[in-house]
T-cell receptor
Framework: DTGVSQNPRHKITKRGQNVTFRCDPI?????LYWYRQTLGQGPEFLTY????????KSRLLSDRFSAERPKGSFSTLEIQRTEQGDSAMYLC????????????FGQGTRLTVV | AQKITQTQPGMFVQEKEAVTLDCTYD???????LFWYKQPSSGEMIFLIY??????QNATEGRYSLNFQKARKSANLVISASQLGDSAMYFC????????????FGTGTQLKVEL
């Protein structure tokens, strides 16, 4: 286990379709985060899990977005009825609960809604 | 108000020279952490360096050092002996103790290292 893994790396979808992304964190990390990054901007926080519990959600996470981490390991982020404004890089990160708690990021999933 | 401000959209530096990337922050939380990340064109965010609000000394990690000026609320990143591989986007970020566990990022600085 060398780092945070995200799949797919790229996704092109038609407006109105549903998409699901997967994130596999570093195995001993119990905290998992989702961020969204649009062109020319820094990442923006979407949601955070500690183990399987979703403890925090940004108001950016509309009703069309849902995230799960059913067994406290991998996580999925689903976007329903995609819109062109959903086009962005979706980044997953994980961290330990104690200590410095710097987050380690995956390479992201780039979503393009056409 | 912006919590993290990076005023340099782009910077150029010659190979082997030092460069300073600016970051100012805004918080009323006495306990916070400041982070710098590097994002190459591949997209992955790479952690570089961390400074805690109560740390007495400036953080250093190899060629990276953080010039932490608490009273001025600035946390500038200094990269010494720049290399071509340092060309990337650099983000300053903050985690506030009272702000959950999320990182708040600035808009980034694109660094280009030239021969």
């Amino acid at each position: 286990d060398t780092g945070v893994s995200q799949n797919p790396r790229h996704k092109i979808t038609k407006r109105g379709q549903n998409v699901t992304f997967r994130c596999d964190p570093i195995s001993e990390h119990n905290r998992l985060y989702w961020y969204r990054q649009t062109l020319g901007q820094g990442p923006e926080f979407l949601t955070y899990f500690q183990n399987e519990a979703q403890l925090e959600k940004s108001r950016l996470l509309s009703d069309r977005f849902s995230a799960e981490r059913p067994k406290g390991s991998f996580s999925t982020l689903e976007i329903q009825r995609t819109e062109q404004g959903d086009s962005a890089m979706y980044l997953c990160a994980s961290s330990l609960e104690v200590g410095n708690t710097e987050a380690f990021f995956g390479q992201g999933t780039r979503l393009t809604v056409v | 108000a912006q919590k993290i401000t990076q005023t340099q959209p782009g910077m150029f530096v010659q190979e082997k020279e030092a460069v300073t990337l600016d970051c100012t922050y805004d918080t009323s939380d006495p306990s916070y952490g400041l982070f710098w990340y590097k994002q190459p064109s591949s997209g992955e965010m790479i952690f570089l360096i961390y400074q805690g609000s109560y740390d007495q000394q400036n953080a250093t990690e190899g060629r990276y050092s953080l010039n932490f000026q608490k009273a001025r609320k600035s946390a500038n990143l200094v990269i010494s002996a720049s290399q071509l591989g340092d060309s990337a986007m650099y983000f300053c970020a903050m985690k506030e103790k009272g702000g959950g566990n999320k990182l708040t990022f600035g808009t980034g600085t694109q660094l280009k290292v030239e021969l």
